[in-house]
């Protein structure tokens, strides 16, 4: 019998070593066009900040699909969790998180085991800006929304999956330099 299966691709992110910033898909596309650059830096006065820093800034998703729904996003234009490629943005994805966590304690959340942080994976964003949704209770989180959140799936990756990914892809691109490294100075 014949094997008339078509080959199943291995799941591979390629990572650029240079920074994406502007949005891809579109040339037209600018800083002043996106609705998180507008918040995270002031513009958009109608939205609450809860927490900001040089680098971020933390407010309510406006169509929660949970009691507690926040993002965090760079004041940077960052297209998505897929433009990530470098050692410091691994570390960024962990201040994302850190500042998720904060608003969490802030707003007296005190189960961490109960909560989900996390990224969606292109193409299944809605805005094209960097942003960790932080979700707290979990267990809580609503029936028609639940699909949105399933970590580990080809819609939405958890922060500690992300931040590992990163470091493997990292370790490489690493590896990869040093084997250049190595030939060339054969």
């Given at each position: 019998?014949?094997d008339?299966?078509?080959?199943?691709?291995q799941?591979?992110?390629?990572?650029?070593?240079q920074?994406?910033?502007?949005?891809?898909?579109?040339?037209d596309?600018?800083?002043?066009?996106?609705?998180?650059?507008?918040i995270?830096?002031?513009?958009?006065?109608?939205?609450?900040?809860?927490?900001?820093?040089?680098?971020?800034?933390?407010?309510?998703?406006?169509?929660?699909?949970?009691?507690?729904?926040?993002?965090?996003?760079?004041?940077?234009?960052?297209?998505?969790?897929?433009?990530?490629?470098?050692?410091e943005h691994?570390?960024?994805?962990?201040?994302?998180?850190?500042?998720?966590?904060?608003?969490?304690?802030?707003?007296?959340?005190?189960?961490?085991?109960?909560?989900?942080?996390g990224?969606?994976?292109?193409?299944?964003?809605?805005?094209?800006?960097l942003?960790?949704?932080?979700?707290?209770?979990?267990?809580?989180?609503?029936?028609h929304?639940?699909?949105?959140?399933?970590?580990?799936?080809?819609?939405?990756?958890?922060?500690?999956?992300?931040?590992?990914?990163?470091?493997?892809?990292?370790?490489?691109?690493?590896?990869?330099?040093?084997?250049?490294?190595?030939?060339?100075?054969?």
């Amino acid at each position: 019998m014949e094997d008339d299966s078509i080959p199943v691709q291995q799941d591979t992110i390629v990572y650029s070593e240079q920074q994406h910033t502007d949005y891809d898909e579109n040339d037209d596309f600018n800083d002043d066009d996106c609705v998180f650059c507008m918040i995270a830096n002031g513009i958009n006065e109608s939205t609450e900040i809860l927490k900001k820093d040089a680098e971020l800034v933390c407010f309510r998703d406006i169509i929660p699909a949970a009691p507690h729904h926040y993002l965090v996003v760079t004041r940077l234009h960052i297209v998505s969790c897929r433009s990530l490629c470098t050692e410091e943005h691994v570390d960024l994805v962990e201040r994302m998180a850190e500042m998720g966590r904060c608003v969490l304690k802030d707003n007296n959340v005190t189960d961490p085991k109960d909560v989900r942080m996390g990224f969606h994976w292109p193409p299944y964003i809605s805005i094209p800006h960097l942003h960790l949704h932080v979700l707290a209770p979990a267990s809580q989180i609503s029936e028609h929304m639940a699909h949105k959140y399933l970590p580990c799936t080809d819609r939405f990756t958890t922060e500690d999956c992300l931040r590992a990914r990163l470091k493997s892809a990292l370790g490489v691109v690493q590896q990869r330099r040093t084997y250049q490294i190595q030939y060339c100075c054969c």
